[in-house]
């Protein structure tokens, strides 16, 4: 007679691209077999795990700006009082990109728990055969590539006006405005794989 009983339990949990772990328990009784009883056991428990992170990430920030004033011409005129300016011309620029990508799926977040396996052998009688074989195969593989580019472009140009006082008996005070250029960029990125 032969009484056989087998559990087999696996269980792969993965939370935010993480392994939690790996369970696995088998048990097999074998009572009164009876002679010349040939009993074999073979257990293979395996656990796998393969991650593929791609991060492709592309920022790309283009910022052309242009001021001018205007021109400013005195020409032919007997007298010219006062002030003649041009306007001031500016160029302000503000640029912040963040980036952050998480896989969580680095080796130290998952662990892989042994197979709890069990064999009892009970009264097989004489001249019986009785084999056991038990395979516990645990592998992981992550494989992250992570490919950053950052281009950031500035192109920037204030010009003030062109101030002239020609063929004039009397000018008073001509003036150009300011030519000002600011520009400030902020790249932060954060890659956890």
């Known amino acids: 007679m032969i009484k056989t009983s087998v559990l087999r339990y696996a269980a792969i949990g993965m939370a935010t691209v ?3 772990g790996f369970a696995a328990a088998s048990t097999v009784t074998f009572d009164t077999t009876g002679p010349n009883s040939h009993q074999s056991v073979r257990l293979n428990n ?3 795990l393969d991650v ?4 492709n990430l592309r920022v790309t920030n283009s910022n052309n700006q242009t001021a001018r004033s205007g021109n400013v011409n005195a020409n032919h ?4 009082s006062g002030d003649l300016s041009s306007g001031a011309a500016s160029n302000a620029n503000t640029t912040a990109t963040t980036l952050s990508v998480s ?3 680095g080796m130290g977040s998952f662990n892989f728990t042994p197979a709890d396996d069990s064999v009892s052998m009970s009264l097989t ?3 019986s055969h009785n084999d056991v074989t038990i395979n516990n195969n645990n592998s992981a593989h992550i494989n992250n590539d992570n490919h950053v580019t950052v281009s950031n472009t500035n192109h920037q140009n204030a010009t003030s006006g062109n101030v002239s006082a020609s063929y004039n008996t009397t000018v008073g005070g001509l003036s150009s405005g300011d030519a000002s250029n600011t520009n400030d960029t902020t790249t932060s990125i954060s890659i956890s794989n």
């Not at 005129?77 to 010219?80: L, P, R, W």
Request: a neutral charge; glycine letters at 10%.
């Open 103 to 105: 896989n969580g799926s």
């Open 18 to 20: 993480s392994l939690a």
């Open 46 to 48: 395996n656990a796998r």
């Open 52 to 55: 593929h992170n791609d991060n």
């Open 77 to 80: 005129n007997t007298s010219v």
């Open 125 to 127: 009688g004489p001249s």
